[in-house]
């Protein structure tokens, strides 16, 4: 990397250079910047061959995942396990409802460069383009309808836990207690606009903790789940079905 201010170098050059790392078939034609992700670098490939859906290439964050081995592994176990799933279900499409890992020529689930940054890619899936938030009722419904389908899926999960690649990321009792010093400390003197929003966890937080606490030791399962549910982390096709 040059040590200039601009947040990553000329891009489209290292992210076609690292794309043939990858075993994927065909003959990229551009690499774009894509989509609205706040972690990754993600990239579009598109394809000299007509009819094909291209890729999408990401540029992974190593700052906020130290354990790529790990994350990839997770990616790996979720979506060949929904794979599975979706095989057995009439009527759904496992190809464009689950993502599909494109390996690296190597075998491994991502990809080194030169300069120690890590790539990942994934088939592209082809959908409708949507903002940050739900445009309907009907959106809104179809993502959530997503999510839990995604719970359901991944409840029989066969083996070890999955690993935990960001240190307690999915801690609700941490999540809380950072937040309530976040609350109390006020450094960016805007928690009295948020009043409202700290009303909801106040009355909420302690409870839900609380209950799933109790709920632990009467026996709740441990299970899989996402904790990004926001709306840009669905797919949405054109008609409007949720993938
Ligand atoms: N396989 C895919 N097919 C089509 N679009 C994708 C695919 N994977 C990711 N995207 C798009 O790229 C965006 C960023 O991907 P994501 O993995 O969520 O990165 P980040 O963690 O940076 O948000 C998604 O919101 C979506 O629009
Ligand atoms: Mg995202």
Redesign the pocket.
């Known amino acids: 990397m040059t040590g200039k201010k601009s947040k990553s170098p000329p891009a489209d050059e290292h992210a076609l250079d690292a794309f043939a790392g990858f075993a994927a078939d065909g003959r990229p034609t551009a690499v774009e910047r ?7 670098d ?1 990239f ?1 490939v598109r394809l000299r061959e007509k009819g094909q859906p291209g890729y ?1 290439l ?1 540029r992974i ?1 190593g700052r906020i995942f130290a354990d790529i081995p790990g994350m990839m592994a997770n990616i790996v176990r979720v979506t060949e396990h929904l794979r599975r799933r979706l095989a057995a279900i009439p009527g759904a499409d496992p190809a464009r409802e689950v ?2 890992v494109v390996p690296a020529r190597d075998g491994a689930p991502f990809l080194r460069d030169g300069s120690g940054e890590h790539w990942r890619c ?6 409708r ?1 949507l903002g940050a938030r739900p445009g309907t009722p009907a959106q809104a419904r179809e993502a959530g309808r997503l999510y839990g389908r995604f719970l359901a899926l991944l409840a029989d999960l066969p083996g070890p836990p999955l690993r935990e690649t960001i240190p307690r990321f999915h801690d609700l009792a941490r999540r809380l207690d950072d937040y309530r010093e976040a609350l109390e400390h006020d450094r960016a003197a805007r928690s009295s606009g948020a009043a409202a929003e700290a009303g909801f966890v106040a009355e909420r937080g302690q409870a839900l903790l609380a209950t799933l606490r109790d709920a632990r030791r009467r026996g709740l399962p441990l299970r899989v789940t996402h904790n990004d549910t926001k709306f ?2 669905v ?1 949405i096709d054109s008609r409007g079905h949720g993938l």
Do not use: S
């Open positions: 894509y989509g609205a992700g706040h972690i990754h993600t579009r999408i990401q964050n993502l599909t994934f088939v592209f899936i082809g959908h383009e840009n982390n797919l």
